[in-house]
């Protein structure tokens, strides 16, 4: 079974803070996402990575990076954390260019910066 | 650029019934993928349904199926004899299949809630 995990649940984090939230797959999968999910907004890209130390901006890349130093592994940053960056994060692993490409997803990090 | 489109932001179906939740996309891309997820109030997301955009037959997976309808733009998520357990939000996505364009576009989403 593909398996995709995050680095907390849940995570409390004030306003300025340098805060990481980290993902790892262990199916070999070439693509990693990231996607923040809002109420009424459905989810949208934050940024996405097709091999190590590649990286694209997605959507909504503002205020965000990312780090991919290992294929297994992807690192979202938020640098300097603000209130309007709590949101649910999801990451997402897939094949690279095979078959339908389908995303297997993590269960997700619900971060509140306050 | 694709856009999904979901209008149902809710609906309400009698357990047993079937349903049918709405989805339409733009896109200028010739090859593109089009996919439903599920999730849960867990949180988790779940493949349900994927169609091809050159799959002459609808797609289907179980209690599933993929009503698409390329002149139209539509690729809605049919939910046949409906159970408890598919109250949940659900998504429709599309993504494109030239490499460096396999992210997914989500819709808004549609919360789906079976009434005993």
């Known amino acids: 079974d593909v398996k995709v995990t995050q680095s907390s649940r849940y995570l409390v984090k004030r306003t300025g803070e340098k805060v990481f939230l980290e993902c790892v797959q262990d199916?070999?999968?070439?693509?990693m996402f990231w996607y923040r999910q809002d109420p009424g907004l459905g989810l949208r890209l934050i940024y996405f990575?097709?091999?190590?130390?590649?990286?694209e901006k997605g959507d909504i890349p503002e205020g965000y990076s990312v780090s991919r130093e290992k294929k297994e592994r992807f690192s979202l940053i938020l640098e300097s954390a603000s209130t309007n960056q709590t949101s649910m994060y999801l990451c997402?692993?897939?094949?690279?260019?095979?078959?339908?490409?389908?995303?297997?997803f993590g269960p997700g990090t619900r971060l509140t910066v306050t | 650029a694709q856009k999904i489109t979901q209008t149902q932001p809710g609906m309400f179906v009698q357990e047993k019934e079937a349903v049918t939740l709405d989805c339409t996309y733009d896109?200028?891309?010739?090859?593109?993928?089009l996919f439903w997820y599920k999730q849960p109030s867990s949180g988790e997301m779940i493949f349900l349904i994927y169609?091809?955009?050159?799959?002459?037959q609808n797609a289907t997976e179980g209690r599933y199926s993929l009503n698409f309808q390329k002149a139209r733009k539509s690729a809605n998520l049919v939910i046949s004899a409906s159970q408890l357990g598919d109250s949940a939000m659900y998504f429709c996505?599309?993504?494109?299949?030239?490499?460096?364009?396999?992210?997914?576009?989500f819709g808004t989403g549609t919360r789906l809630t079976i009434i005993p």
């Open positions: 997402a692993s897939s094949f690279l260019g095979q078959g339908m490409g389908e995303q297997y």
């Open positions: 199916m070999d999968h070439e693509n």
């Open positions: 990575s097709y091999d190590v130390k590649m990286k």
């Open positions: 896109t200028s891309d010739q090859s593109y993928g």
């Open positions: 169609q091809g955009s050159y799959d002459e």
């Open positions: 996505a599309m993504r494109g299949i030239s490499f460096g364009n396999e992210k997914l576009t």
